[in-house]
């Protein structure tokens, strides 16, 4: 008699992407778009948002909307650029602002996107799919 041994398939955790918006039902349409492949921390307010990761927490993307309130997502953007831990995290900025890519000119935004509301969701999983292959080949 032959023994069988099952390899098991090897789990790949899911990554984690942070979603920063003040608007809960976006927040339930990006988590709706994009639970299934990735494990998602959704914070309600840039300050919250702060908070966690401040605790320690380093997610794989970041998405956020332009107009938060407290803290903006440019201010954001910035803060989160010049810190030491999080300065090469791809950030998403979602918004409805005209001109905004001409207002995150002036911020050091050079891996990320900007992606206008309303969206296409296979337009935001190409580009978070992009983002993630393009920081995974350049830390690896």
């Known amino acids: 008699m032959r023994l069988y041994t099952s390899i ?18 976006m927040l339930k349409l990006l988590y709706a778009v994009l639970s299934n492949n990735y494990d998602l921390t959704v914070k309600n307010s840039s300050i919250e948002a702060m908070q966690w990761l401040e605790n320690g927490n380093k997610p794989a993307l970041i998405i956020t909307e332009y107009r938060l309130p407290y803290i903006d997502g440019a201010s954001l953007v910035r803060q989160l650029k010049h810190s030491g831990i999080h300065n090469a995290t791809p950030i998403i900025m979602l918004s409805d602002v005209h001109d905004l890519e001409k207002k995150m000119h002036s911020l050091p935004f050079n891996n990320g996107a900007i992606i206008s509301k309303p969206f296409n969701p296979s337009q935001l999983i190409s580009k978070i799919k992009s983002l993630l292959n393009e920081y995974n080949a350049a830390t690896a």
């Open 8 to 25: 098991a398939k090897k789990i790949v955790p899911k990554k984690r992407l942070l979603i920063i918006d003040s608007e809960w039902n």
